[in-house]
């Protein structure tokens, strides 16, 4: 039995090593004056069709050769140039944010692509009522493949800020 315990503390300590970082003090704009989101640009999500969806998943719930659905996938074209507003803070640094809406949707998450997080930066994801948020993403999460999936926010809205020091 003290094996089994010693072996299983041994693996989660393993998984906690590796896992993404979840605290770096919270979100700079949760800090400062930065509460009106209504500011920040929206990128609002197509609805969809949730009886074809429905009738997709209850075919290939049946099949069971891939794995259950487990959320709605938009492909979106939101980056740091085009999307969002950057804020200039006095200390040179700068903040980047962005808004994103799921009409009806429980939980959001993200899988973004071409990410290089430099030492230093961050990026949170948060619901607009500042009572949910993931991350610090930073320099750690890093990949060769330059993917990055996040956790869930909870909420149909969320809000995306990144950090970037001077």
Request: aromatic share 12%.
């Amino acid at each position: 039995m003290k094996k089994t315990l010693l072996s299983l503390a041994g693996i989660f300590s393993f998984v906690f090593l590796y896992a993404q970082t979840t605290d770096l003090g919270g979100p700079i704009s949760w800090k400062r004056n930065f509460a009106d989101y209504k500011q920040i640009p929206l990128a609002e999500m197509p609805g969809f069709d949730m009886q074809a969806i429905q009738a997709e998943d209850q075919i290939n719930d049946n099949i069971k050769d891939m794995p259950w659905r487990f959320g709605y996938k938009y492909a979106t074209n939101i980056d740091l140039q085009s999307n969002g507003v950057w804020t200039d803070l006095p200390n040179g640094n700068r903040l980047w944010r962005t808004r994103i809406k799921c009409e009806g949707a429980m939980t959001i998450n993200l899988l973004l692509e071409n990410v290089y997080l430099p030492e230093g930066s961050r990026l949170y994801l948060f619901d607009v009522n500042n009572t949910n948020r993931v991350g610090a993403y930073t320099s750690r999460n890093n990949r060769p493949d330059g993917e990055l999936g996040t956790e869930l926010v909870h909420g149909d809205e969320i809000i995306v800020e990144y950090y970037e020091p001077a």
